[in-house]
């Protein structure tokens, strides 16, 4: 059993995301949350590029030039008698399958909107992952130090966009210049404008109370009103979020459901990091633990590879800090050093046979031949293209045909940022040829006979994955069509998880 004190830990912790479209103000929010936790102590400034080492989640090279995030940060900090686990998300759509994988790592998460904007469309993809799962949601509408849209306006179209019931939690007193605080609405100033009781009141008639019970069943969210960059209304948002987001909950795995207070340690691999030291070339491996206490130079069993495995240097992140860490609980996410031992899935467990699903690999959308920009590299390149695609963020598919190696992506901007960290972080250069490809298709047959078949008529569609699966590479949605007509045996999957 776990002790007293172990179980108190596993309470305390709170993991969550952030979500948002780009530029609705997420890694500005992350900042203020950190900044009062003490876990920095000057907000940085990603947009102007004043990047202060200690002061931002965005600590890529290209996220500093471009002022977006392209990979997920992880950043630990205690704040109250709590531990925060905070997981600040790409915002960029091109980044999407990393977003979605998060979200399968965290308890939680806080949905951030830009209040002269409304709901946009990467907000709203990521809200149905959120529903699909039954994460518990909180709503930031940010920057209300901007003229924006009517904050019922914003209520509604929340509820409307997002598929959510909403409750106002806090209410903004004025907008853009008029904008001057906020203030909790169970514990509302008594002299109060004329347009502000009208508000009240129309609140009052119009939204529950709210209900804890249905903001965990993912039913209800609450809704706070701010402005991340000013620091208004963040504590707020926080202090409520601690005392009402959830700890740690159960995880679904394929054999069974696992409780955070297992005495047995299990997590599983959400992401992978090419380079996040480029000084030792090193990856790292994020483990959601899922229940239990993780302990350093301890044995687990690697449940893919049926080995035993101990990690002397497990790390705990705040952003691109990492400290060493003797144990960690259910909740928290581990960086496991890894020299190409894991894969986005993998589960690590005291000895129990278990697989976490929902982590698939989504059919790209936008494909390239990867070629090499300089001959005397090309070891570098290998190593490079390897490691980022262990990251999960971009496909290699190596053409049965001819042996050219593709890379498939969900947008333009995944190939702008390989290319980018090939050079910068490998030293090698690539160069990208263009490619008319529609979709990639995982193909499964219970008829060997007939993939056989298939396989020898289309040579020229054919390529093997990263894991040396079939895929079928078809360059319309004609051809695809025709396939799936002509061949009523073989599935055609989407995503790489059947």
């Known amino acids: 059993m776990l002790s007293n004190?172990?179980?108190?830990?596993?309470?305390?912790?709170?993991?969550?995301?952030?979500?948002?479209?780009?530029?609705?103000?997420?890694?500005?929010?992350?900042?203020?949350?950190?900044?009062?936790?003490?876990?920095?102590?000057?907000?940085?400034?990603?947009?102007?590029?004043?990047?202060?080492?200690?002061?931002?989640?965005?600590?890529?090279?290209?996220?500093k030039q471009r002022g977006i995030s392209v990979a997920t940060s992880v950043m630990g900090f205690d704040y109250q008698d709590y531990?925060?686990?905070?997981?600040?998300?790409?915002?960029?759509?091109?980044?999407?399958?990393?977003?979605?994988?998060?979200?399968?790592?965290?308890?939680?998460?806080?949905?951030?909107?830009?209040?002269a904007k409304g709901v946009e469309t990467q907000t709203r993809r990521l809200m149905e992952v959120c529903r699909?799962?039954?994460?518990?949601?909180?709503?930031?509408?940010?920057?209300?130090?901007?003229?924006?849209?009517?904050?019922?306006?914003?209520?509604?179209?929340?509820?409307?966009?997002?598929?959510?019931?909403?409750?106002?939690?806090?209410?903004?007193?004025?907008?853009?210049?008029?904008?001057?605080?906020?203030?909790?609405?169970?514990?509302?100033?008594?002299?109060?404008?004329?347009?502000?009781?009208?508000?009240?009141?129309?609140?009052?008639?119009?939204?529950?109370?709210?209900?804890?019970?249905?903001?965990?069943?993912?039913?209800?969210?609450?809704?706070?009103?701010?402005?991340?960059?000013?620091?208004?209304?963040?504590?707020?948002?926080?202090?409520?979020?601690?005392k009402n987001a959830p700890s740690p909950r159960p995880v679904k795995a394929e054999e069974r459901t696992v409780e955070p207070?297992?005495?047995?340690?299990?997590?599983?691999?959400?992401?992978?990091?090419?380079?996040?030291?480029?000084?030792?070339?090193?990856?790292?491996?994020?483990?959601k633990i899922c229940s239990g206490k993780f302990e350093r130079n301890t044995y687990y069993t690697h449940v893919r590879k049926g080995q035993q495995m101990r990690f002397s240097s497990p790390t705990c992140f705040m952003a691109q800090k990492k400290e060493t860490v003797d144990e960690a609980y259910a909740g928290d996410i581990v960086g496991l050093p890894d020299t190409g031992n894991f894969k986005i899935g993998d589960t690590l467990t005291s000895g129990e046979n278990l697989h976490f699903k929902g982590l698939p690999s989504?059919?790209?959308?936008?494909?390239?031949?990867?070629?090499?920009?300089?001959?005397?590299?090309?070891?570098?390149?290998?190593?490079?293209?390897?490691?980022?695609?262990?990251?999960?963020?971009?496909?290699l598919f190596v053409s049965q045909l001819n042996g050219r190696k593709i890379i498939g992506t969900v947008g333009q901007l995944q190939f702008e940022v390989i290319q980018y960290r090939l050079e910068h972080e490998y030293q090698a250069k690539c160069r990208w040829e263009p490619l008319q490809m529609y979709k990639a298709c995982w193909l499964e047959s219970d008829d060997d006979a007939e993939l056989q078949m298939f396989k020898k008529r289309k040579p020229q569609y054919m390529a093997f994955d990263k894991e040396g699966r079939d895929v079928f590479m078809a360059d319309s949605a004609y051809v695809l069509q025709?396939?799936?007509?002509?061949?009523?045996?073989?599935?055609?999957?989407?995503?790489?998880?059947?």
């Not at 209520?155 to 806090?170: F, N, R, S």
């Not at 031949?369 to 496909?395: H, R, S, T």
């Open 261 to 287: 207070m297992e005495d047995k340690f299990t997590g599983f691999c959400f992401k992978i990091h090419a380079n996040m030291d480029p000084n030792h070339r090193s990856c790292i491996a994020f483990f």
């Open 5 to 63: 004190s172990d179980q108190q830990e596993i309470l305390r912790r709170r993991t969550f995301a952030i979500i948002s479209h780009p530029d609705a103000g997420k890694t500005t929010l992350t900042e203020k949350l950190l900044l009062y936790g003490g876990a920095i102590h000057v907000a940085g400034a990603v947009k102007s590029n004043k990047i202060r080492k200690t002061a931002t989640s965005d600590w890529m090279e290209i996220e």
């Open 83 to 115: 531990h925060i686990n905070i997981l600040d998300t790409p915002g960029h759509q091109d980044f999407a399958e990393d977003t979605f994988r998060t979200l399968t790592a965290v308890d939680s998460a806080i949905v951030v909107i830009d209040s």
């Open 482 to 498: 025709m396939a799936q007509q002509d061949y009523k045996h073989i599935t055609f999957h989407f995503t790489s998880e059947f």
């Open 362 to 395: 989504f059919s790209p959308e936008m494909f390239k031949y990867i070629e090499n920009a300089d001959p005397m590299k090309q070891k570098q390149l290998e190593k490079g293209i390897n490691q980022l695609m262990d990251e999960g963020v971009a496909q």
């Open 132 to 242: 699909m799962r039954k994460t518990p949601v909180m709503v930031f509408m940010n920057k209300m130090d901007r003229e924006g849209k009517d904050p019922f306006d914003l209520m509604d179209e929340a509820e409307k966009e997002l598929g959510i019931h909403c409750t106002p939690v806090t209410w903004a007193n004025g907008q853009g210049l008029r904008f001057e605080s906020v203030f909790a609405l169970d514990d509302r100033p008594d002299n109060l404008s004329g347009k502000l009781q009208e508000d009240l009141e129309m609140i009052d008639g119009v939204y529950p109370a709210f209900d804890r019970e249905a903001y965990l069943r993912g039913d209800l969210a609450p809704v706070f009103f701010g402005s991340a960059y000013k620091t208004i209304g963040v504590q707020e948002l926080l202090d409520f979020f601690v």
